[in-house]
């Protein structure tokens, strides 16, 4: 019954709902008079669509009132029957939990029975668990005994098997044998058995020694035979005429057993390495460069090869010897590398092919090289530590290590892969000497060359096609030093050394353009001088080499490592622009010396032309003033010549042109003459035409001076010199018009001046295009207005 009230309780509620829009159980105050509104706007709307305007219509209200309530019952109907199904499926929900409940606790009653079961078995079994424990413990450790036993029994067999083949000479068996005993240190080396492990060793090292020592002797015996070690040029075949085929068999059956015995004796030198660093001293200072990769040892026939050849280097050139003086390190540098090529035909003709047949992938010639060098590299880094206090032997030793490393790269085809000597000279008290004693060499190269007495001429000056940069012997014997420089650490395997070496080039160039400075000041009071000249060649020359540098290979790749190793020393001040242009390659690490070049290049080119001008002006004060409104017509002259006024001008001119291109290089000669016709155009246009009055015949004799003789003057140096004096050209344009022209040009020339301010006339032609056909580019309207004002000869005047 109350699922029954309830269900009806839930299907009158939809009725309420419908019945009454406005119910205040589904809307709040606000909403109910806006509903109101909106149904009554519906029910006109409603009434106006079905029934209209028409009056006769109404007859249809009780067919549309009946209509509706059909429509209503219909829906009663649906929501009772939606209602009365919710009861049902809610109690089957019920249901089915309460099982699910009831379910779970059986489950759980369950599980707390069996881990109960469970926890008396476990204590029930204990005892039989550990009393198991125990026993396999026990079985666990006789195990391990027996493996224990049957290895060092497995040892002693090994050592009995040795021992039988070296006493019936069966050295390949024995071989075998030591190589076994290696495979089974390898296979012990993670083991926990560390007297075993020693005792394995100790065998495998006694019997390792035996069997060297036996193949050693042999081998020296044959090496005996062939004539080895070859410390002189040989002279005669390699191959020996008597018994030479059983020497090459003995040769090839003892290098080829050596290289089986190899196992095991790069084992031993590990054993040996190891220990020798567990009572080694502290390591040395770290170097300033990663050190090369460790190399893999030599192999035993190359070591055995080496050993008289070490003996005669260490009696030679250790101890008490006079050859082993600190300031010849030539000679021991020397001497390997003549053992060297004496040895290589050798080693190519006698070893290789053995090696080669016994699948040894090595270079016979390489390995022998690599033997020699650590006896080299260890003198050379014994001799630089002592060395570090004298500057002249340590650079002795740099050039001579240098040369060495050029030498064994070069002439023996050492493997680039492979370190020779060099990194040894990166050590960071070694580097740092380096470089304190480069820049103190460079000074006193730099005082001995600014100082010497063909210091400011040029080696090639007689020789024309040589001069054309005409670099004083100083200039030339700087950048042949920083060149010097160059090739001495070009070869270094380090970025971050050769940054510095270019820091201290950088350096030395900043300080030769300091001390330029102060010998061009001495000569600023003569800058036509030599010796001026001289300066401004060496300025451009310097800046000229260092621009080439820019582009070099070599540089790009140092600037390169600079940005991305980010060298302050060397970036040291630069901004994020200017490291993304060295990073795209678009600048240059010269850039910074450049500009201060090229300011100097430039202050001292401008004092050079201005007391050029200063003395073309003092000759051309007569030609200025001269009497231009009283020159004879040209129609009244036979000939024309050159104004005697213009005389001591146009020598001056002429002499200083040619002295300039005596003095001064190809480019800076070209800047000059430029630049004096700039000047020179400027000072005629306003210190003569400016400031005169022409007459015709003023105006002609103008124009033949500049046309038949100035710009003649510079047409030696270019095709069209009046281009350069295009003021001075536009000026005898305009002042040698005919009358008639020149009235016209004038008059349109005043009338587009009214026009423009009277802001008219805007569709007429402008005067510049009327200029343009005198050939008038560069003058302005207004000049042309003042130059026409000039002339002397005007109708009516």
């Known amino acids: 019954m109350a699922a029954v009230g309830a269900a009806e309780q839930t299907a009158n509620k939809p009725k309420d709902s419908v019945s009454n829009p406005a119910s205040p159980s589904r809307r709040g105050s606000g909403s109910c008079a806006a509903e109101s509104g909106g149904a009554e706007d519906f029910a006109l709307g409603f009434l106006q669509k079905e029934v209209g305007s028409d009056l006769k219509s109404l007859k249809n209200v009780s067919n549309l009132l009946q209509t509706l309530t059909e429509e209503n019952n219909v829906l009663e109907k649906q929501v009772l029957t939606v209602s009365s199904a919710v009861p049902p499926k809610v109690s089957a929900a019920l249901s089915a939990a309460e099982d699910a409940i009831c379910s779970l606790d059986g489950l759980q009653q369950r599980e707390r029975l069996i881990s109960n079961m469970l926890h008396q078995h476990l204590q029930g079994a204990q005892p039989w668990m550990d009393n198991l424990s125990q026993v396999l413990n026990q079985v666990d450790t006789i195990e391990r005994h027996m493996k224990y036993l049957r290895c060092l029994q497995h040892i002693e067999e090994l050592s009995a098997a040795v021992q039988q083949c070296l006493m019936t000479s069966s050295v390949w068996e024995a071989i075998r044998a030591v190589d076994s005993m290696a495979a089974l240190d390898a296979g012990l080396s993670q083991s926990g058995c560390t007297h075993l492990q020693d005792f394995l060793r100790e065998t495998l090292h006694f019997w390792h020694k035996i069997l060297k020592d036996r193949l050693t002797s042999d081998f020296e015996k044959v090496l005996t035979q062939l004539h080895w070690p070859i410390i002189s040029p040989p002279t005669q075949s390699l191959t020996p005429t008597a018994n030479g085929q059983e020497i090459s068999s003995q040769l090839e059956l003892l290098v080829t057993q050596l290289l089986a015995l190899q196992t095991s004796d790069d084992i031993i030198s590990q054993m040996a390495l190891a220990s020798g660093r567990g009572v080694a001293s502290a390591p040395p200072a770290s170097s300033s460069s990663t050190p090369p990769p460790q190399a893999p040892p030599l192999c035993l026939p190359i070591q055995i090869m080496l050993l008289p050849l070490s003996r005669r280097f260490r009696y030679h050139f250790y101890g008490n010897r006079q050859t082993n003086s600190p300031g010849k390190p030539e000679w021991y540098l020397t001497q390997v590398l003549m053992w060297m090529g004496n040895s290589s035909t050798f080693m190519d003709e006698k070893i290789q092919p053995i090696l080669d047949r016994a699948g040894a992938a090595i270079s016979a010639r390489v390995e022998l090289w690599r033997g020699l060098l650590s006896l080299v590299q260890e003198k050379v880094a014994s001799d630089a530590s002592r060395l570090l206090y004298d500057d002249v032997l340590l650079s002795h030793l740099v050039e001579e290590v240098l040369q060495f490393e050029k030498e064994l790269r070069s002439n023996q085809s050492y493997p680039a892969g492979l370190p020779g000597l060099l990194h040894l000279l990166l050590d960071d008290a070694v580097l740092q000497k380096w470089l304190t004693v480069e820049r103190k060499m460079a000074v006193e190269k730099m005082d001995a060359m600014l100082s010497a007495e063909g210091a400011w001429s040029s080696q090639y000056k007689d020789i024309s096609d040589m001069d054309e940069l005409k670099a004083p012997d100083c200039a030339e014997t700087f950048m042949t030093l920083l060149q010097v420089i160059t090739e001495r650490y070009r070869a270094l395997p380090c970025h971050s050394a050769q940054l510095k070496f270019l820091g201290l080039q950088r350096e030395l160039v900043d300080d030769f353009r300091i001390r330029l400075t102060q010998v061009m000041k001495e000569e600023s009071r003569c800058p036509l001088g030599a010796r001026y000249c001289a300066i401004l060649n060496a300025v451009n020359y310097i800046s000229t080499i260092l621009g080439d540098w820019g582009d070099n290979v070599f540089f790009l790749q140092l600037q390169q490592a600079a940005v991305s190793l980010g060298d302050e ?16 390659l678009e600048g240059s690490l010269f850039e910074g010396l450049l500009a201060l070049l090229d300011r100097l290049k430039g202050d001292m080119m401008g004092r050079l032309l201005e007391w050029t001008m200063r003395e073309i002006t003092e000759k051309a004060k007569q030609y200025s003033h001269d009497r231009w409104l009283s020159l004879p017509s040209p129609h009244d002259q036979s000939t024309m010549s050159l104004s005697s006024s213009a005389c001591p001008m146009m020598l001056c001119v002429r002499d200083r042109l040619l002295n300039l291109h005596q003095v001064l290089s190809l480019t800076l000669f070209q800047l000059a003459w430029q630049g004096l016709a700039d000047r020179l155009d400027n000072f005629l246009y306003q210190d003569v035409i400016l400031s005169n009055h022409f007459s015709d015949g003023g105006a002609a004799q103008l124009q033949f001076d500049m046309t038949r003789n100035l710009f003649p003057l510079f ?51 402008p005067p510049e295009s009327a200029l343009n056909e005198l050939g008038v580019y560069c003058l302005a309207p207004c000049d042309v207005l003042i130059l026409l004002n000039l002339r002397a000869s005007w109708p009516g005047q």
């Open 569 to 584: 020393a060397v970036l040291g001040g630069l901004g994020v622009m200017e490291l993304g242009r060295l990073a795209s």
């Open 715 to 765: 047409g030696h140096y270019c095709k069209r010199p009046e281009n350069f004096f295009k003021h001075v050209k536009e000026a005898c344009i305009i002042l040698c018009l005919n009358v008639g022209s020149a009235i016209l040009l004038r008059n349109l020339l005043k009338e587009s001046e009214e026009e423009t301010k009277d802001w008219a006339g805007a569709e007429d032609p």
